[in-house]
C-alpha cells in the first residue's frame, strides 16, 4: 500500500516536531549556534534545523542521531502509562492518545538521509577527523541510509509500535 510521505508526516506531525527538537537540543547542549528551526511545515521536509558546523566529531554524531534517542526515550515514556491501562483493561481514551503519541513519536526516531548526508560531510569527508572517527561513524550512516530504505517497509513504524506498544508490553508482563 502506498500513501504519500506528506499524507504520513500530517497523521503523525508529533513525531515530527519531536525529531526536530532532538537536533535542536543536542546542538544546544553542545553550543553549536542555530540559525533556523522549522518544527513543521507542509513542504519538503517537513522540518529541519539549520545550524553552524559542530567543532568535533562527536557533537555532530549526536546532533545527527539524537533524534533517535530522544524519540525512542520518549515514545516508551509517553505509551508506557498506556500499556499499563491496556494490560489491565482499563483503556480510556487519553490512553488511547498516548499510545497514539507514543507510536508516532517512535515512527521519526531514525535519522533522515539529510542527517546521514550532513554526518557523512562532517565528519567522514572532513580532512581534520581522525582514522579512528571515521571508521567508526561510517556504519551509522550506513544503517541511517539503510532505515530511510527500511521505511519503505514500514520499518520506522514497525519501530514505533515496538518502542512504544512491545516494549512496555513485554516489561510489563516480565515484572508482573
Known sequence: ?????????IATFPGVIVHELAHQLFCRWFKVPVFEVCYFR??????????EPAEKPYQSFFISIGPFIINT????????????????NEAGA???????????????????TGDAKSLWHSVVLSPNTSLLA???VTPFVGFIYLGALGSFFWL?????????????????????
Do not use: R, T
Open 1 to 9: 500500500m502506498f500513501i504519500p510521505g506528506i499524507l504520513i508526516s
Open 134 to 136: 571515521k571508521i567508526m
Open 94 to 112: 487519553l490512553d488511547y492518545v498516548l499510545i497514539y503519541l507514543g507510536l508516532s513519536i517512535g515512527a521519526h526516531a531514525f535519522p533522515s
Open 156 to 176: 520506522d513504524f514497525l519501530y514505533g509500535f515496538g518502542v512504544s506498544v512491545g516494549l512496555p508490553y513485554l516489561l510489563i508482563k516480565w515484572l508482573a
Open 73 to 88: 526515550v520518549l515514545a516508551f515514556l509517553v505509551a508506557f502509562p498506556a500499556a499499563l491501562q491496556f494490560k489491565f
Open 42 to 51: 507542509f513542504g519538503n521536509p517537513v522540518g529541519y534545523v539549520l545550524h
